[in-house]
């Protein structure tokens, strides 16, 4: 039987997205993990998350970059 696709190309590609805690915080919350947590245990987490980015430099005042990575996976079709 002939190929029917060429050989698997993958690359990465590292970027970032600037937030700040409480939008970090505010995205994290929509996340389906969180969204199935019974309330108290939900709010309990997003604070715990608060207290520790509050408590990193890098975090606690203003805006940071969250460094995003991106792998993909090419097959072209012959």
């Not at 207290?51 to 805006?63: D, K, M, N």
Request: proline letters at 5%; one cysteine or more.
């Amino acid at each position: 039987m002939a190929a029917r696709f060429g050989s698997p190309e993958q690359a990465e590609f590292r970027h970032g997205q600037r937030r700040t805690a409480d939008s970090l915080v505010a995205t994290l919350a929509t996340r389906a993990g969180m969204l199935v947590m019974p309330e108290q245990e939900r709010e309990a987490t997003l604070g715990r998350i608060r207290v520790f980015l509050a408590s990193r430099p890098e975090t606690a005042r203003g805006e940071f970059t969250l460094p995003m990575l991106t792998c993909v996976l090419r097959v072209r079709r012959l």
